[in-house]
C-alpha cells in the first residue's frame, strides 16, 4: 500500500523533531468526531426541513396580510435554534 505525504485514509502523521512518523487511527479515535458530525447535521438537516416549511407557509401569508411579516420572520429564526444546539452538542462531544 501506498503512503502519501500525509500517511493512509485510516491515519495521518505526526511529526516529531525531524522524523514524520505514520500514525493509524482506531475505531475509538472516530468514534468522537463522527457522533459530533451526527449530532451537529441532524440538527442542520431538522432546521433546513422546518425552515422550508415555515417559508413556503410565510410567503404566501405576507402576500395577503403584509402586517404580519414580523411575525413571521421571529417564526423563521426558531427552528435555527436546533442547529445552535447540535453544535453546542458536537463541541461538548468533542471536549468529552
Known amino acids: 500500500m501506498t503512503r ?3 500517511g493512509s485514509l485510516k491515519g495521518g502523521c505526526r511529526y516529531d523533531g525531524n522524523d514524520l512518523e505514520v500514525v493509524r487511527m ?3 479515535e472516530f468514534a468522537k468526531p ?4 451526527i449530532a ?13 416549511r415555515i417559508g ?4 404566501g401569508t ?3 396580510k403584509p402586517e ?11 427552528p435555527e435554534t436546533m ?8 463541541a461538548i462531544i468533542m471536549l468529552m
Open 26 to 28: 482506531g475505531i475509538e
Open 4 to 6: 502519501g505525504l500525509f
Open 68 to 78: 404580519t411579516a414580523g411575525v413571521l420572520i421571529v417564526m423563521e429564526a426558531i
Open 40 to 52: 451537529f447535521l441532524a440538527g442542520a438537516i431538522a432546521t433546513g426541513w422546518a425552515q422550508s
Open 56 to 59: 413556503t407557509a410565510g410567503a
Open 62 to 64: 405576507i402576500a395577503e
Open 83 to 90: 442547529t445552535i444546539l447540535g453544535f453546542v452538542v458536537a
Open 34 to 37: 463522527i457522533g459530533a458530525a
